[in-house]
Protein backbone atom coordinates (compact mmCIF):
# COMPACT_ATOMS: atom_id res chain seq x y z
CA UNK A 1 0.00 0.00 0.00
CA UNK A 2 2.91 2.35 0.76
CA UNK A 3 4.52 2.18 -2.75
CA UNK A 4 0.82 2.53 -4.02
CA UNK A 5 0.42 5.80 -2.41
CA UNK A 6 3.87 6.86 -2.87
CA UNK A 7 3.64 6.79 -6.65
CA UNK A 8 -0.24 8.46 -6.27
CA UNK A 9 1.50 11.31 -4.63
CA UNK A 10 4.68 11.51 -6.43
CA UNK A 11 3.55 14.90 -8.17
CA UNK A 12 3.31 16.95 -4.69
CA UNK A 13 5.47 14.34 -2.12
CA UNK A 14 8.59 12.24 -1.89
CA UNK A 15 7.90 9.86 1.35
CA UNK A 16 11.64 9.20 2.75
CA UNK A 17 11.35 7.18 5.46
CA UNK A 18 8.74 6.28 8.55
CA UNK A 19 9.11 8.36 11.83
CA UNK A 20 6.47 6.31 13.97
CA UNK A 21 2.81 4.61 14.30
CA UNK A 22 0.63 4.75 16.78
CA UNK A 23 -3.04 3.83 16.99
CA UNK A 24 -4.69 6.10 14.42
CA UNK A 25 -1.37 6.53 12.00
CA UNK A 26 1.60 5.79 10.33
CA UNK A 27 3.54 8.77 10.19
CA UNK A 28 6.19 9.54 7.39
CA UNK A 29 8.90 12.33 7.00
CA UNK A 30 7.86 13.57 3.60
CA UNK A 31 9.24 16.26 1.26
CA UNK A 32 6.39 18.58 -0.43
CA UNK A 33 7.85 19.01 -3.86
CA UNK A 34 5.77 22.31 -4.99
CA UNK A 35 7.02 24.08 -1.72
CA UNK A 36 10.49 22.70 -1.56
CA UNK A 37 10.18 21.89 2.45
CA UNK A 38 9.97 18.97 4.52
CA UNK A 39 6.27 17.87 6.42
CA UNK A 40 5.17 15.15 8.25
CA UNK A 41 2.59 12.97 6.25
CA UNK A 42 0.29 11.17 8.60
CA UNK A 43 -1.52 8.06 7.08
CA UNK A 44 -4.69 6.75 9.00
CA UNK A 45 -4.54 2.94 9.45
CA UNK A 46 -6.98 1.12 6.99
CA UNK A 47 -9.64 0.34 9.88
CA UNK A 48 -9.83 4.14 11.25
CA UNK A 49 -9.82 5.48 7.28
CA UNK A 50 -12.52 2.39 6.53
CA UNK A 51 -14.90 3.89 9.58
CA UNK A 52 -14.61 7.57 8.80
CA UNK A 53 -15.01 7.65 5.05
CA UNK A 54 -13.40 10.30 2.56
CA UNK A 55 -16.28 12.63 3.10
CA UNK A 56 -16.21 12.81 6.90
CA UNK A 57 -12.78 13.03 7.20
CA UNK A 58 -12.23 15.67 4.11
CA UNK A 59 -15.02 17.67 5.72
CA UNK A 60 -13.46 18.08 9.41
CA UNK A 61 -9.86 18.14 8.39
CA UNK A 62 -11.00 20.82 6.33
CA UNK A 63 -12.56 22.65 9.56
CA UNK A 64 -9.26 21.53 11.85
CA UNK A 65 -7.62 23.60 9.47
CA UNK A 66 -8.57 26.70 10.08
CA UNK A 67 -7.60 26.30 13.54
CA UNK A 68 -4.94 28.79 13.22
CA UNK A 69 -2.97 29.36 16.45
CA UNK A 70 0.77 29.67 18.28
CA UNK A 71 0.24 27.12 19.76
CA UNK A 72 -2.21 24.37 17.44
CA UNK A 73 -0.49 22.13 14.83
CA UNK A 74 -2.43 23.38 11.75
CA UNK A 75 -3.24 21.21 9.18
CA UNK A 76 -1.57 21.58 5.66
CA UNK A 77 -3.06 19.40 3.18
CA UNK A 78 -5.04 16.23 3.06
CA UNK A 79 -6.44 14.02 0.68
CA UNK A 80 -7.37 10.49 0.04
CA UNK A 81 -5.18 8.45 -2.68
CA UNK A 82 -5.27 4.83 -3.03
CA UNK A 83 -7.81 4.65 -0.92
CA UNK A 84 -5.96 5.97 1.66
CA UNK A 85 -6.28 9.42 3.83
CA UNK A 86 -3.71 11.33 4.85
CA UNK A 87 -3.04 14.84 5.94
CA UNK A 88 0.18 16.93 6.45
CA UNK A 89 1.37 19.20 8.79
CA UNK A 90 5.09 21.24 9.14
CA UNK A 91 7.69 19.49 10.29
CA UNK A 92 10.33 20.57 12.85
CA UNK A 93 12.89 17.99 14.73
CA UNK A 94 11.21 18.42 18.69
CA UNK A 95 9.70 15.93 20.73
CA UNK A 96 6.36 14.85 22.58
CA UNK A 97 5.81 15.54 26.31
CA UNK A 98 5.74 11.57 26.58
CA UNK A 99 9.45 11.52 25.32
CA UNK A 100 10.20 14.12 27.94
CA UNK A 101 8.46 12.83 30.61
CA UNK A 102 9.69 9.54 29.79
CA UNK A 103 13.54 10.97 30.16
CA UNK A 104 12.96 13.43 33.20
CA UNK A 105 9.45 11.70 35.18
CA UNK A 106 9.15 15.04 36.99
CA UNK A 107 9.16 18.46 35.51
CA UNK A 108 10.64 22.07 36.47
CA UNK A 109 7.61 23.35 38.31
CA UNK A 110 8.20 26.46 36.01
CA UNK A 111 8.36 24.19 32.79
CA UNK A 112 5.18 22.40 33.71
CA UNK A 113 3.02 25.57 34.23
CA UNK A 114 4.23 26.44 31.02
CA UNK A 115 3.66 24.20 28.97
CA UNK A 116 -0.30 23.83 30.69
CA UNK A 117 -0.99 27.12 30.04
CA UNK A 118 -0.07 27.25 26.68
CA UNK A 119 -2.12 24.28 26.05
CA UNK A 120 -4.68 25.35 27.59
CA UNK A 121 -4.53 28.66 25.59
CA UNK A 122 -4.67 26.30 22.93
CA UNK A 123 -7.55 24.52 24.09
CA UNK A 124 -9.50 27.32 24.80
CA UNK A 125 -9.33 28.78 21.00
CA UNK A 126 -10.67 25.54 20.01
CA UNK A 127 -13.51 25.23 22.36
CA UNK A 128 -14.62 28.84 21.21
CA UNK A 129 -14.70 27.59 17.62
CA UNK A 130 -16.57 24.49 18.68
CA UNK A 131 -14.00 22.17 19.04
CA UNK A 132 -13.46 19.65 21.92
CA UNK A 133 -10.39 17.72 21.62
CA UNK A 134 -11.14 14.51 23.53
CA UNK A 135 -7.82 12.91 23.96
CA UNK A 136 -5.48 15.50 25.64
CA UNK A 137 -2.59 13.43 26.69
CA UNK A 138 1.29 13.49 26.82
CA UNK A 139 1.88 12.31 23.57
CA UNK A 140 -0.73 15.04 22.09
CA UNK A 141 1.02 17.81 23.29
CA UNK A 142 4.16 18.33 21.19
CA UNK A 143 7.36 20.61 23.11
CA UNK A 144 9.48 22.35 19.98
CA UNK A 145 13.31 22.89 20.14
CA UNK A 146 12.61 25.91 21.38
CA UNK A 147 10.48 25.55 24.10
CA UNK A 148 6.92 26.10 22.42
CA UNK A 149 3.97 24.25 23.04
CA UNK A 150 1.87 22.26 20.39
CA UNK A 151 -1.24 20.83 20.89
CA UNK A 152 -1.60 18.11 18.08
CA UNK A 153 -4.49 15.62 16.29
CA UNK A 154 -7.44 18.39 16.98
CA UNK A 155 -8.84 16.91 13.35
CA UNK A 156 -8.28 13.31 13.80
CA UNK A 157 -10.27 14.07 17.57
CA UNK A 158 -13.20 16.29 15.77
CA UNK A 159 -13.44 13.55 12.97
CA UNK A 160 -13.94 10.45 15.26
CA UNK A 161 -16.35 12.16 17.75
CA UNK A 162 -18.87 11.96 15.24
CA UNK A 163 -18.06 8.31 14.72
CA UNK A 164 -17.98 6.47 17.68
CA UNK A 165 -20.84 3.86 17.02
CA UNK A 166 -18.70 2.93 14.07
CA UNK A 167 -15.66 3.18 16.21
CA UNK A 168 -17.05 0.57 18.59
CA UNK A 169 -17.62 -1.94 16.07
CA UNK A 170 -13.84 -1.54 14.93
CA UNK A 171 -12.83 -2.21 18.32
CA UNK A 172 -11.08 1.76 18.82
CA UNK A 173 -12.68 4.73 20.75
CA UNK A 174 -11.80 7.71 21.54
CA UNK A 175 -9.80 8.45 24.65
CA UNK A 176 -7.37 7.01 27.22
CA UNK A 177 -8.15 6.03 30.83
CA UNK A 178 -6.07 7.99 32.28
CA UNK A 179 -6.59 10.84 30.90
CA UNK A 180 -10.20 10.53 29.96
CA UNK A 181 -12.97 12.83 32.41
CA UNK A 182 -15.36 10.74 34.34
CA UNK A 183 -17.91 11.22 31.92
CA UNK A 184 -16.02 10.75 29.06
CA UNK A 185 -15.36 6.98 31.30
CA UNK A 186 -18.79 6.87 31.83
CA UNK A 187 -19.52 7.02 27.51
CA UNK A 188 -21.27 10.11 27.72
CA UNK A 189 -21.32 10.98 24.27
CA UNK A 190 -22.19 14.93 24.55
CA UNK A 191 -18.67 16.29 25.89
CA UNK A 192 -18.04 20.06 26.35
CA UNK A 193 -14.63 21.94 26.67
CA UNK A 194 -14.74 20.32 30.87
CA UNK A 195 -14.14 17.48 29.80
CA UNK A 196 -10.84 18.78 27.78
CA UNK A 197 -9.81 20.56 31.10
CA UNK A 198 -10.31 17.89 33.13
CA UNK A 199 -7.34 16.20 30.72
CA UNK A 200 -5.04 18.82 30.93
CA UNK A 201 -5.48 19.02 34.79
CA UNK A 202 -4.51 15.24 34.78
CA UNK A 203 -1.48 15.74 32.24
CA UNK A 204 -0.60 18.53 34.51
CA UNK A 205 -0.53 16.30 37.57
CA UNK A 206 1.52 14.27 35.67
CA UNK A 207 4.32 16.36 35.40
CA UNK A 208 4.41 17.26 38.69
CA UNK A 209 4.16 14.51 40.31
CA UNK A 210 5.76 12.01 37.97
CA UNK A 211 2.55 10.01 37.78
CA UNK A 212 -1.19 10.28 36.79
CA UNK A 213 -3.74 10.62 39.84
CA UNK A 214 -5.20 7.68 39.00
CA UNK A 215 -3.31 4.43 37.69
CA UNK A 216 -3.51 0.64 37.72
CA UNK A 217 -2.77 -2.44 35.76
CA UNK A 218 -6.50 -2.36 33.79
CA UNK A 219 -8.01 0.27 32.09
CA UNK A 220 -11.31 -0.82 34.48
CA UNK A 221 -9.13 -0.17 37.48
CA UNK A 222 -7.86 3.10 36.46
CA UNK A 223 -11.72 4.07 36.03
CA UNK A 224 -12.72 2.88 38.88
CA UNK A 225 -10.08 4.81 41.14
CA UNK A 226 -11.31 7.59 39.17
CA UNK A 227 -15.23 7.60 40.38
CA UNK A 228 -14.29 5.91 43.78
CA UNK A 229 -10.68 8.38 44.85
CA UNK A 230 -9.71 11.30 45.21
CA UNK A 231 -6.00 12.64 44.02
CA UNK A 232 -3.58 12.55 46.43
CA UNK A 233 -1.94 15.83 47.66
CA UNK A 234 0.55 17.59 45.05
CA UNK A 235 2.24 18.87 47.99
CA UNK A 236 2.47 15.70 49.87
CA UNK A 237 4.23 14.23 46.53
CA UNK A 238 6.01 17.34 45.45
CA UNK A 239 6.45 20.16 48.31
CA UNK A 240 8.05 22.62 45.62
CA UNK A 241 4.43 23.08 44.18
CA UNK A 242 2.75 26.08 45.48
CA UNK A 243 -0.52 25.41 47.16
CA UNK A 244 -2.54 28.03 44.62
CA UNK A 245 -0.91 25.40 41.97
CA UNK A 246 -2.71 22.45 43.83
CA UNK A 247 -5.99 24.31 44.58
CA UNK A 248 -6.32 25.11 40.91
CA UNK A 249 -5.21 21.60 39.53
CA UNK A 250 -7.80 19.83 42.31
CA UNK A 251 -10.83 22.11 41.03
CA UNK A 252 -10.18 20.87 37.51
CA UNK A 253 -10.38 17.54 38.53
CA UNK A 254 -13.52 17.83 40.46
CA UNK A 255 -15.97 15.08 39.20
CA UNK A 256 -18.67 16.98 38.75
CA UNK A 257 -18.25 19.30 35.68
CA UNK A 258 -19.75 22.14 37.27
CA UNK A 259 -17.19 22.46 40.06
CA UNK A 260 -14.36 22.69 37.19
CA UNK A 261 -12.93 25.97 35.41
CA UNK A 262 -15.99 26.60 33.36
CA UNK A 263 -13.37 27.79 30.38
CA UNK A 264 -9.94 26.61 29.55
CA UNK A 265 -8.90 30.34 29.67
CA UNK A 266 -9.54 30.11 33.35
CA UNK A 267 -7.76 27.38 34.10
CA UNK A 268 -4.86 28.88 31.79
CA UNK A 269 -5.02 32.06 34.06
CA UNK A 270 -5.47 30.18 37.57
CA UNK A 271 -1.89 28.80 36.42
CA UNK A 272 -0.48 31.91 35.36
CA UNK A 273 -1.40 33.81 38.18
CA UNK A 274 0.93 31.61 40.46
CA UNK A 275 3.43 33.33 38.60
CA UNK A 276 4.61 31.36 35.58
CA UNK A 277 5.64 33.22 32.88
CA UNK A 278 4.49 31.24 29.64
CA UNK A 279 6.57 31.95 26.75
CA UNK A 280 4.15 33.13 24.04
CA UNK A 281 4.70 32.30 20.24
CA UNK A 282 4.64 35.62 18.09
CA UNK A 283 1.22 35.36 16.14
CA UNK A 284 2.36 35.52 13.36
CA UNK A 285 4.60 32.68 13.48
CA UNK A 286 2.63 29.49 11.57
CA UNK A 287 2.73 26.49 14.13
CA UNK A 288 4.55 23.45 13.06
CA UNK A 289 4.29 19.69 13.67
CA UNK A 290 6.75 18.02 15.93
CA UNK A 291 7.84 14.55 15.57
CA UNK A 292 9.49 12.48 17.71
CA UNK A 293 12.50 11.32 16.37
CA UNK A 294 12.95 7.01 14.89
CA UNK A 295 15.15 6.46 17.57
CA UNK A 296 11.77 8.16 20.27
CA UNK A 297 9.55 5.98 21.90
CA UNK A 298 6.17 5.74 20.43
CA UNK A 299 3.12 7.61 21.81
CA UNK A 300 0.45 4.89 23.43
CA UNK A 301 -2.30 4.90 20.22
CA UNK A 302 -5.93 5.43 19.92
CA UNK A 303 -7.13 2.03 21.10
CA UNK A 304 -5.47 2.34 24.70
CA UNK A 305 -9.03 1.15 25.97
CA UNK A 306 -9.34 -1.44 23.10
CA UNK A 307 -7.97 -4.86 25.60
CA UNK A 308 -11.49 -4.55 27.22
CA UNK A 309 -13.60 -1.98 25.00
CA UNK A 310 -17.03 -3.87 25.79
CA UNK A 311 -16.58 -4.18 29.21
CA UNK A 312 -14.55 -0.45 29.42
CA UNK A 313 -17.59 1.57 30.15
CA UNK A 314 -20.11 -1.68 31.64
CA UNK A 315 -17.39 -2.72 34.59
CA UNK A 316 -15.81 0.54 34.99
CA UNK A 317 -18.90 2.18 35.35
CA UNK A 318 -21.12 -1.12 37.17
CA UNK A 319 -18.07 -1.89 39.03
CA UNK A 320 -18.23 2.28 40.83
CA UNK A 321 -21.97 1.38 41.03
CA UNK A 322 -21.12 -2.28 42.54
CA UNK A 323 -18.77 -0.32 45.48
CA UNK A 324 -21.20 2.60 46.13
CA UNK A 325 -24.48 0.43 46.33
CA UNK A 326 -22.48 -2.26 48.64
CA UNK A 327 -21.98 0.65 51.21
CA UNK A 328 -25.22 1.89 51.03
CA UNK A 329 -27.19 -1.71 51.10
CA UNK A 330 -24.76 -4.38 52.40
CA UNK A 331 -22.02 -2.50 54.60
CA UNK A 332 -18.97 -5.24 54.24
CA UNK A 333 -20.27 -8.00 52.34
CA UNK A 334 -20.92 -11.09 53.75
CA UNK A 335 -19.17 -14.79 52.70
CA UNK A 336 -15.77 -15.97 52.60
CA UNK A 337 -14.97 -13.10 49.92
CA UNK A 338 -11.12 -12.74 50.38
CA UNK A 339 -8.58 -9.85 48.79
CA UNK A 340 -4.99 -9.70 48.69
CA UNK A 341 -3.62 -6.83 49.37
CA UNK A 342 0.21 -6.35 47.33
CA UNK A 343 2.43 -6.99 49.80
CA UNK A 344 4.80 -4.49 51.08
CA UNK A 345 8.70 -5.05 50.08
CA UNK A 346 11.01 -4.00 52.86
CA UNK A 347 13.88 -4.94 51.32
CA UNK A 348 15.73 -3.33 48.62
CA UNK A 349 13.68 -0.72 46.35
CA UNK A 350 14.66 -2.62 43.24
CA UNK A 351 13.36 -5.90 44.77
CA UNK A 352 9.88 -4.08 44.37
CA UNK A 353 8.79 -7.00 41.73
CA UNK A 354 9.62 -10.32 44.35
CA UNK A 355 7.41 -8.74 46.81
CA UNK A 356 4.54 -8.19 44.16
CA UNK A 357 5.41 -11.61 43.05
CA UNK A 358 4.71 -13.41 45.96
CA UNK A 359 1.29 -11.82 46.89
CA UNK A 360 0.21 -12.40 43.20
CA UNK A 361 1.31 -16.01 43.64
CA UNK A 362 -0.75 -16.41 46.61
CA UNK A 363 -3.39 -14.96 45.14
CA UNK A 364 -3.27 -17.29 41.97
CA UNK A 365 -2.89 -20.14 44.60
CA UNK A 366 -6.29 -19.01 47.04
CA UNK A 367 -8.59 -18.54 43.72
CA UNK A 368 -8.15 -22.31 43.08
CA UNK A 369 -9.54 -23.18 46.21
CA UNK A 370 -13.01 -23.98 46.18
CA UNK A 371 -15.30 -21.57 48.71
CA UNK A 372 -13.21 -19.04 48.85
CA UNK A 373 -13.80 -16.01 46.03
CA UNK A 374 -11.28 -14.06 45.62
CA UNK A 375 -11.07 -10.27 44.64
CA UNK A 376 -8.88 -10.05 41.22
CA UNK A 377 -5.43 -8.38 41.13
CA UNK A 378 -6.68 -5.56 38.97
CA UNK A 379 -9.37 -4.71 41.74
CA UNK A 380 -6.94 -5.11 44.83
CA UNK A 381 -3.58 -3.87 43.47
CA UNK A 382 -4.69 -0.06 43.35
CA UNK A 383 -4.39 -0.44 46.93
CA UNK A 384 -0.69 -0.72 47.01
CA UNK A 385 0.90 1.32 50.07
CA UNK A 386 -2.87 2.70 50.86
CA UNK A 387 -2.99 4.89 54.12
CA UNK A 388 -7.32 3.97 53.90
CA UNK A 389 -8.10 2.09 56.47
CA UNK A 390 -9.03 -1.76 56.62
CA UNK A 391 -12.39 -1.08 56.89
CA UNK A 392 -12.67 1.22 54.39
CA UNK A 393 -10.64 -0.76 51.93
CA UNK A 394 -12.99 -3.84 52.65
CA UNK A 395 -16.15 -2.28 52.39
CA UNK A 396 -14.78 -0.90 48.84
CA UNK A 397 -13.80 -4.13 47.43
CA UNK A 398 -16.58 -5.94 48.84
CA UNK A 399 -14.56 -8.08 51.40
CA UNK A 400 -14.85 -9.40 54.06
CA UNK A 401 -11.24 -10.56 55.07
CA UNK A 402 -8.20 -8.95 53.67
CA UNK A 403 -4.58 -10.51 53.67
CA UNK A 404 -1.96 -8.47 53.72
CA UNK A 405 1.71 -9.06 54.64
CA UNK A 406 5.56 -8.07 54.41
CA UNK A 407 7.89 -9.63 52.04
CA UNK A 408 11.87 -9.16 52.86
CA UNK A 409 14.37 -11.32 49.88
CA UNK A 410 17.76 -11.11 51.96
CA UNK A 411 20.23 -11.65 49.11
CA UNK A 412 23.70 -14.04 49.81
CA UNK A 413 25.76 -15.75 48.00
CA UNK A 414 24.46 -18.62 45.76
CA UNK A 415 22.41 -21.03 48.14
CA UNK A 416 22.17 -18.46 50.71
CA UNK A 417 19.61 -16.36 49.91
CA UNK A 418 16.52 -16.34 51.84
CA UNK A 419 13.21 -14.98 52.03
CA UNK A 420 11.35 -13.69 54.90
CA UNK A 421 7.25 -13.36 54.53
CA UNK A 422 4.81 -12.01 57.56
CA UNK A 423 1.32 -12.29 56.25
CA UNK A 424 -2.06 -11.44 58.14
CA UNK A 425 -5.71 -11.74 57.82
CA UNK A 426 -7.36 -9.53 58.95
CA UNK A 427 -11.21 -10.35 59.39
CA UNK A 428 -13.83 -7.14 59.02
CA UNK A 429 -17.54 -7.69 60.57
CA UNK A 430 -19.96 -5.22 60.65
CA UNK A 431 -20.13 -3.55 64.47
CA UNK A 432 -16.71 -4.26 65.71
CA UNK A 433 -13.00 -3.20 64.68
CA UNK A 434 -11.11 -5.09 62.21
CA UNK A 435 -9.58 -8.66 64.26
CA UNK A 436 -7.06 -10.55 62.98
CA UNK A 437 -8.19 -14.01 61.90
CA UNK A 438 -4.29 -15.57 61.75
CA UNK A 439 -0.61 -14.16 61.62
CA UNK A 440 2.86 -16.30 61.06
CA UNK A 441 6.14 -15.06 60.19
CA UNK A 442 7.88 -18.00 57.31
CA UNK A 443 11.29 -18.04 56.41
CA UNK A 444 12.73 -19.64 53.64
CA UNK A 445 15.50 -20.22 51.61
CA UNK A 446 14.97 -18.51 48.17
CA UNK A 447 14.80 -22.13 46.49
CA UNK A 448 11.69 -22.30 48.49
CA UNK A 449 9.68 -19.67 47.94
CA UNK A 450 7.18 -22.09 46.06
CA UNK A 451 6.52 -23.98 48.68
CA UNK A 452 6.31 -20.91 50.86
CA UNK A 453 3.49 -19.60 49.23
CA UNK A 454 1.82 -22.88 48.88
CA UNK A 455 1.88 -22.74 52.58
CA UNK A 456 0.78 -19.39 52.77
CA UNK A 457 -2.33 -20.23 50.86
CA UNK A 458 -2.61 -23.19 52.76
CA UNK A 459 -2.97 -21.54 56.46
CA UNK A 460 -5.05 -18.94 55.15
CA UNK A 461 -7.79 -21.71 53.70
CA UNK A 462 -7.46 -23.37 57.12
CA UNK A 463 -8.32 -20.23 58.90
CA UNK A 464 -11.17 -19.86 57.14
CA UNK A 465 -12.48 -23.36 57.61
CA UNK A 466 -12.42 -24.23 53.91
CA UNK A 467 -12.10 -27.74 53.73
CA UNK A 468 -8.88 -28.07 51.28
CA UNK A 469 -9.06 -32.16 49.25
CA UNK A 470 -6.84 -34.17 47.23
CA UNK A 471 -7.22 -32.04 44.16
CA UNK A 472 -6.52 -28.91 46.06
CA UNK A 473 -3.38 -29.52 47.82
CA UNK A 474 -2.06 -30.79 44.66
CA UNK A 475 -2.72 -27.47 43.04
CA UNK A 476 -1.56 -25.26 46.05
CA UNK A 477 2.11 -27.51 45.96
CA UNK A 478 2.18 -27.16 42.19
CA UNK A 479 5.16 -25.54 41.06
CA UNK A 480 5.62 -23.38 38.13
CA UNK A 481 9.01 -24.27 37.43
CA UNK A 482 11.55 -25.31 38.89
CA UNK A 483 14.19 -22.75 37.93
CA UNK A 484 14.64 -20.13 40.29
CA UNK A 485 16.60 -17.80 37.55
CA UNK A 486 13.25 -18.56 35.14
CA UNK A 487 10.94 -17.33 37.82
CA UNK A 488 13.07 -14.09 38.45
CA UNK A 489 12.89 -13.76 34.61
CA UNK A 490 9.13 -13.59 34.53
CA UNK A 491 8.85 -11.57 37.81
CA UNK A 492 10.28 -9.02 36.22
CA UNK A 493 8.00 -9.26 32.85
CA UNK A 494 4.96 -9.24 34.50
CA UNK A 495 6.22 -5.66 35.96
CA UNK A 496 6.61 -4.67 32.57
CA UNK A 497 3.59 -6.01 31.11
CA UNK A 498 1.17 -4.62 34.23
CA UNK A 499 2.33 -1.11 33.69
CA UNK A 500 0.23 -0.20 30.59
CA UNK A 501 0.45 -0.40 26.84
CA UNK A 502 3.02 1.52 26.05
CA UNK A 503 5.28 -0.60 23.46
CA UNK A 504 8.64 -0.23 25.67
CA UNK A 505 6.81 -1.88 28.15
CA UNK A 506 5.45 -4.78 26.25
CA UNK A 507 8.82 -5.37 24.36
CA UNK A 508 10.73 -5.45 27.62
CA UNK A 509 7.75 -8.10 29.12
CA UNK A 510 8.38 -10.10 25.76
CA UNK A 511 12.05 -10.08 26.10
CA UNK A 512 12.14 -11.14 29.96
CA UNK A 513 9.40 -13.66 29.18
CA UNK A 514 11.35 -15.19 26.62
CA UNK A 515 14.20 -15.72 28.91
CA UNK A 516 12.19 -17.44 31.54
CA UNK A 517 10.88 -19.91 28.74
CA UNK A 518 14.94 -19.92 27.23
CA UNK A 519 15.65 -21.23 31.01
CA UNK A 520 12.89 -23.80 31.71
CA UNK A 521 11.22 -24.63 28.28
CA UNK A 522 8.01 -26.42 30.44
CA UNK A 523 7.41 -23.00 32.19
CA UNK A 524 3.93 -23.33 31.18
CA UNK A 525 2.58 -19.89 32.81
CA UNK A 526 5.16 -18.08 31.35
CA UNK A 527 3.90 -19.23 27.83
CA UNK A 528 0.66 -17.96 28.72
CA UNK A 529 2.16 -14.13 29.83
CA UNK A 530 4.14 -14.46 26.42
CA UNK A 531 0.69 -15.33 24.56
CA UNK A 532 -0.61 -12.18 26.32
CA UNK A 533 2.16 -10.19 25.73
CA UNK A 534 1.69 -11.07 21.87
CA UNK A 535 -2.23 -9.88 22.01
CA UNK A 536 -1.29 -6.48 23.35
CA UNK A 537 1.47 -6.06 20.68
CA UNK A 538 -1.10 -6.83 18.08
CA UNK A 539 -3.98 -5.51 19.47
CA UNK A 540 -2.56 -1.60 19.98
CA UNK A 541 -1.21 -1.46 16.67
CA UNK A 542 2.64 -2.06 17.41
CA UNK A 543 2.44 -4.93 15.18
CA UNK A 544 -0.22 -5.75 13.66
CA UNK A 545 0.86 -9.07 11.87
CA UNK A 546 0.22 -12.59 10.71
CA UNK A 547 3.49 -13.63 12.18
CA UNK A 548 2.68 -11.82 15.59
CA UNK A 549 -0.52 -13.62 15.56
CA UNK A 550 0.69 -16.93 14.96
CA UNK A 551 3.26 -16.27 17.83
CA UNK A 552 0.43 -15.48 19.96
CA UNK A 553 -1.55 -18.81 19.42
CA UNK A 554 2.03 -20.57 19.40
CA UNK A 555 2.78 -19.97 22.99
CA UNK A 556 -1.29 -20.28 24.20
CA UNK A 557 -1.28 -24.05 22.71
CA UNK A 558 2.06 -24.67 24.27
CA UNK A 559 0.87 -23.14 27.89
CA UNK A 560 -1.92 -25.54 28.02
CA UNK A 561 0.06 -28.91 26.18
CA UNK A 562 2.40 -28.02 29.67
CA UNK A 563 -0.69 -27.92 31.86
CA UNK A 564 -3.96 -28.66 30.38
CA UNK A 565 -5.59 -27.61 34.29
CA UNK A 566 -3.47 -23.60 33.93
CA UNK A 567 -6.34 -21.34 33.72
CA UNK A 568 -4.06 -19.12 32.54
CA UNK A 569 -3.30 -20.59 29.42
CA UNK A 570 -7.03 -21.00 28.05
CA UNK A 571 -7.21 -17.29 28.90
CA UNK A 572 -4.48 -16.21 26.76
CA UNK A 573 -5.89 -18.41 23.77
CA UNK A 574 -9.34 -16.86 24.71
CA UNK A 575 -7.99 -12.96 23.99
CA UNK A 576 -6.11 -15.02 20.67
CA UNK A 577 -9.36 -15.51 19.23
CA UNK A 578 -11.42 -12.54 20.77
CA UNK A 579 -8.84 -10.09 19.51
CA UNK A 580 -6.91 -11.68 16.93
CA UNK A 581 -9.70 -13.89 14.95
CA UNK A 582 -13.38 -12.05 16.40
CA UNK A 583 -14.00 -15.80 16.81
CA UNK A 584 -16.13 -15.05 19.78
CA UNK A 585 -17.43 -18.06 20.25
CA UNK A 586 -14.24 -19.77 20.20
CA UNK A 587 -13.31 -17.12 22.61
CA UNK A 588 -16.45 -17.47 24.92
CA UNK A 589 -15.44 -21.61 25.20
CA UNK A 590 -11.77 -20.99 26.27
CA UNK A 591 -12.49 -18.39 28.84
CA UNK A 592 -15.88 -20.56 29.98
CA UNK A 593 -12.53 -23.51 30.32
CA UNK A 594 -10.58 -20.52 32.36
CA UNK A 595 -13.35 -20.19 34.46
CA UNK A 596 -14.29 -23.88 35.41
CA UNK A 597 -10.42 -24.21 36.20
CA UNK A 598 -10.49 -21.02 38.42
CA UNK A 599 -14.23 -20.28 39.67
CA UNK A 600 -13.27 -18.73 42.56
CA UNK A 601 -11.25 -15.84 40.55
Known sequence: MLVRLQDALA??????????????????????VRHDRPVALKVLHPELAATLGPERFQREIKFAARLQHPHILTVLDSGETAGQLWFTMHYVEGESLRDRLRREKQLPVEDALRIAAESARALDYAHRHGVVHRDIKPENILVTKDGDTLVADFGIARALSGADERLTETGLTMGTPAYMSPEQAAGERELDPRSDIYSLAIVLYEMLAGTPPFTGPTAQAVIARRFNEAPSSLRVLRETVPEVVEQAVLRALAKAPADRFQTAADFGRALSITGATPVTTPASRPPVSVVPGPSGPRGLPLAALALALGLLIGLGVLFAWRRTHSKEETGVARGKVLAVLPFENQGAVQDEYFADGVSDAVRGKLAAVPGVQVIARGSSAPYKRTNKPP????????????????????????????????????????????????????????????????????????????????????????????????????????????????????????????????????????????????????????????????????????????????????????????????DYQRALEELESARKLQPSN
Not at 11 to 16: A, L, M, N, V
Not at 25 to 30: E, I, M, P, Q, Y
Open 391 to 582: EQVARELGARYLLTGTVRWEKGTTGSSRVLVSPELVEIAAGRTPQTRWQQPFDAAFQDVFQLQADIAGRVAQALDVAIGGPERQALAARPTGDSAAYDYFLRGNVYFERGVAEPDLRAAEELYQKAIGRDPTFALAFAQLSLTHDQLYWFYYDRTEERLAKQKEAADRAIRLRPDLAEGHLALGFYYYHGRL
Open 11 to 32: DRYRIERELGRGGMATVFLAHD
